[in-house]
């Protein structure tokens, strides 16, 4: 069950990430990047956790879904644009 949980934190945050960003934002994306924003998150959180663990001996757990959801949207404000 775990594994299952962990997965999904790696799924869902970058829909996370987009959801909040289209609700708390007024800003257009470029949508050519998008799909590399949702590939790059995961592997951004994956490495976060990875080194985390490694250096301070911490892992996030499943609190990863909320630093995958926030990695997705700072990585979306990065590559915003001003609506027309």
Same mark, same amino acid.
């Given at each position: 069950?775990? +594994?299952?949980?962990?997965? &999904? &934190?790696?799924?869902? =945050?970058?829909?996370? =990430?987009?959801?909040?960003? =289209?609700? +708390?934002?007024?800003?257009?994306?470029?949508?050519?990047?998008?799909?590399?924003? &949702?590939? &790059?998150?995961?592997?951004?959180?994956?490495?976060?956790?990875?080194?985390?663990?490694?250096?301070?001996?911490?892992?996030?757990?499943?609190?990863?879904?909320?630093?995958?959801?926030?990695?997705?949207?700072? +990585?979306?404000?990065?590559?915003?644009?001003?609506?027309?």
């Amino acid at each position: 069950i775990d +594994l299952v949980y962990t997965l &999904a &934190a790696y799924t869902y =945050g970058p829909l996370l =990430g987009f959801f909040f960003f =289209g609700l +708390l934002t007024k800003y257009g994306v470029k949508d050519k990047l998008m799909p590399y924003v &949702a590939i &790059a998150s995961p592997i951004l959180c994956y490495l976060l956790d990875y080194f985390s663990k490694s250096i301070f001996g911490f892992g996030f757990g499943f609190s990863i879904l909320i630093m995958n959801g926030l990695i997705t949207f700072l +990585l979306m404000f990065i590559f915003r644009q001003e609506r027309n």
